[in-house]
């Protein structure tokens, strides 16, 4: 486990995020908000893949319309996502919003963000600041030239100043870039003088692949330092895949419990069982779990055997067979063609048992 950077908590719904909890995982959705249908089916999805707390684009009267209908069918924690029009906010807010995406010294007058500010208050609804690297306020490219990590640690403590002089600290702050050094360096930078939580992203990462790689790279370097109380991973792909790739960076830092986690080995000419499709498969089919159990998919007797022996379950792969192995015993050798049924089988008895203790 890794040292986390301690924060305020911080209440969203019915998460806390920050303090000495997990990290969070969330998502947005692609659907037009005003879409209720559209917006609580892939909400529902994505909650399945184990998104905690998932942002709609509140950009119209018709989206912060839409909140009340979309709270109503969901039980994941709703961020409306809010630009400028302190309207939009307001109408979130008293929709039932349970977060809200909007940088104060963006809104305008004083009295709108006061505004804003009270009508959170009065139903414990925080703010995350979102400061991007490439919408920097003017002032701070006049001083700097062009946005560098400083720069944008500087909007987030104007923005946060806006909301402490309201006596408002339920914040969380994100510093997001696409150029991952400097997301890392901003990101460092505010834990040391920030003491809300932190929301990493790595924004317009890219697609699926190229994506998941810059994302893994900047979220794990800060996960690494303790840094981060919640993660979303921007990928231009459906936002399933963005919640696969944040759990699956959690798991590697042993950041969340309640996920299975895959062995499987690159193979080599040693090889003599068809491993890719079996390890796909049985990826695709620990996906869901929520219990924190080890399988492990090898294709030889030659390392298989040892490595499987630290899973709680494991199959090593031998000419048109394979040993299967439950906690360390070698329990049976199974035909090829059965070894992923017979797998799954020995998957499901061992969440069983742990779901019983
Ligand atoms: Fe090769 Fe066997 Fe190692 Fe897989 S487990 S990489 S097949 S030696």
Sequence with gaps: MYLRHQTRPVQVG???????????IQ???TTKT??????????????????????????????????????????????????????????????????????????????KVEAVVKACKERGIPIRIGVNAGSLENHLLEKYGYPTPEAMVESALFHIGILEELDFHDIIVSLKASDVPMAIAAYTKAAEVIPYPLHL????????????????????ALLAMGIGSTVRVSIS?????????????????????????????????????DLFSIANEVEEYISKLKVPIKVSVLGCAVNGPGEAREADIGIAGARGEGLLFRYGEMIRKVPEQELVSELKKEIDYIVTEYERT
């Design 237 to 273: 792909a459906d936002p399933v895949e963005e919640v696969k790739v944040a759990r699956e960076l959690l798991k590697s830092f042993g950041l969340i419990t309640n996920a299975a986690t895959l062995v499987s080995c690159p193979t080599c000419g040693r090889l003599d069982i």
């Design 14 to 24: 019915n998460v806390t995020i920050g303090g000495s909890n997990d990290v969070i």
């Design 201 to 220: 992203g790595i924004t317009e990462a890219g697609t699926l692949f190229s994506g998941t790689v810059k994302s893994a790279a900047g979220l794990g």
């Design 34 to 111: 005003a879409d209720v249908q559209a917006t609580v089916a892939e909400i529902h999805r994505l909650e399945e893949a184990g998104c905690q707390i998932v942002r709609v684009t509140v950009n119209n009267q018709e989206a912060a319309e839409a909140i009340k209908d979309i709270k109503e069918q969901i039980s994941i924690p709703l961020v409306a996502d809010i630009h400028f029009d302190y309207r939009l906010a307001l109408k979130a807010i008293e929709n039932g919003i349970d977060k809200v995406r909007i940088n104060p010294g963006n809104i305008g007058r004083r009295e």
């Design 27 to 29: 998502s947005m959705c």
